[in-house]
């Protein structure tokens, strides 16, 4: 089976890492949303947390980063009188610095990815959603923000107004990754936050229209739980983009392409509401605690 995961963040991984344990050919779209540029190289999140998860070298605990990095190059900016606000590990700096010098040299986002993996040793193909530039700023009390000085630097506790996707009408998913949806037998939208993560590949030219056109069968599990987020700045971000911020709100963006959602069973007061929208909802638990919740959830949605 040919599976195209739509992903990025943490809660993404955790999906990921039951998906890689399955017998599937995977394909990781990741987020472009969230790259930026500090310390003088280009950062790509959640391109780097999929790499990491899919070559068992992801800190699951604290949610982004290597497993036992340090912060040696950080601690000496510190020294020096840098801001370090954005925590970058020396091994995860290393994949960053290397990237940004072969993207110099002329090589594009997704063929830097595919080599990166290849030396990492990941178990799954992982394809950012665009070779051209995305970024996703976030208008709030303390102004125009990206969405990593948003969130990472001022911590989410700004009022937010609304979200602009920055370049995403210019943009257009990349060959690759059109090959890989109109290829796909099984489409997962994974448990990202819907406006950061998977809204930035939306707001691209043509990408909404592979999903509605696919043969694929499109399932998402939903973020939310309880009728608010699981983690994470969700909540007032699909607020300020006229969204309820609950199972239901995230359907309703996804509606168009999306066949099945899975939600929370807290959430089933909800499921008339969606199945309205014409998607099909199934109820269980969805939250991912330990890797037997990873792999239980990744089966099922396979199977919904």
Known sequence: MKVVALAGGTGSAKLLRGLCELDIELTVVANVGDNFWTYGAYVCPDVDIAMYTLAGMADSKRGWGIRRDTFHALDGLTQLGEDTWFRLGDRDLATCILRTEMMRSGASLTEVTERLCGRLGATAKVLPASDDPIETH?????????????????????????????????????????????????????????????????????????????????????????????????????????????????????????????????????????????????????RIKVQADALRLAKELLEA
């Open 138 to 286: 976030v208008f709030t009390s303390k102004g125009d923000l990206h969405l990593q000085e948003f969130w990472v630097r001022e911590g989410g506790r700004a009022q937010v107004t609304g979200v602009e996707y920055r370049g995403a009408g210019r943009a257009a998913p990349s060959k690759e990754v059109t090959r890989a949806i109109g290829r796909a037998d099984r489409i997962i939208v994974c448990p990202a936050n819907p406006v950061s993560s998977i809204g930035p590949m939306l707001a691209m030219r043509g990408f909404r229209g592979l999903l509605e056109a696919t043969k694929a069968h499109v399932v998402a599990l939903s973020p939310m739980i309880g009728g608010a987020p699981y983690s994470g700045p969700a909540g007032k971000l699909t607020r300020a983009v006229g969204l309820d911020s609950n199972s239901a709100g995230v359907a309703k963006l996804y509606r168009g392409f999306l066949d099945t959602i899975m939600i929370s069973e807290k959430d089933e007061s909800e499921l008339t509401l969606i199945e309205g929208m014409g998607i099909r909802c199934l109820t269980g638990e969805t």
